[in-house]
């Protein structure tokens, strides 16, 4: 699915770097109060390339005149694989106790000292920020958990923030733990935000405020928040454990797990329009399709411009 066209949101509260069709060509963007200007490199360049290196090419192209035409929104990422946490919160912890049939597991992690780090998606499975999320059609119990991203260089230093949806099945993961790549990993199972914002413009990442709303039939049918204060575990302690046997050549993102958990009874059905937001970071809303449970998904990426077509047989 490509992304809709924007003209009216060529601006970032913070600065950032954000992807898009630009003149025919997939163009890697610094966006800042000022407008969007071109960089010369590509995102995964500039992960490659380390901290140094992409805050003096995001320094460069703001010198130079900011795009004024239509710019088509791509995924966020180009080939930076995306992970996961869990059990970073309390409320994580209690509702992964109270929905499991293997109970005793959530509680040993949750203590442990080796985090919960998990495969979420290649580059290629994250759609632009503004498509829609799916539900399951083998899942009766769905969810979004609203997520801080963490955008590591090649080596492992902190490049920048997202705004994330680790969507999930409930019932999947609490009929049996081992069922939890089946949960989580799915054709259009994450959201990011479209901007990755600069590290060095949000200096307090451990104290950002999440909030989460979904919406039926336009009536706000669940919100709450949470902070990152709140977390069990430091960015430094999930990052040194997802890099101790792992390379990353240009980048990756990490997923800190949610603090946001809808009751029990509570699930998302097509149409739901979910909204998360994140201090000094941005913004997330998408739509929720359910695909029909008998049929197979087929996806196809143009690895030039980002599009995704959809078949289901």
Known sequence: MMGDSFSSDLTCANPGVRRGIYDGEAVLFAVTPAGMFPMRITLADALAGGVSYLYREFDAACESSPVIADVTLLPTVDVQEVWASGLTYEPSREARVAESSSKDVYDLVYT????????????WRVPPADAPLRIRGDSEWDVPEPELGLVFTAAGELAGYVVGNDMSSRSIEGENPLYLPQAKLFDDSVGLSDT?????????GDAMSITLTIRR?????FADSTSTVHMRRSFTEL???????LSFPHGVVLLTGTGIVPPVGFSLLPDDEVDISISGVGRLQHGIYRRPSNSVSMKVRDPESGSRSSESH
Request: net charge positive; aromatic share 12%; glycine share 4%.
């Open 217 to 221: 039939q336009g009536a706000v049918v």
């Open 112 to 123: 442990a000292a080796r985090p919960e780090l998990f495969f979420k998606a290649p580059a």
């Open 196 to 204: 990755i914002v600069l590290a060095r413009s949000c200096p307090r």
């Open 239 to 245: 990052r040194d454990y997802l890099f101790r046997e």
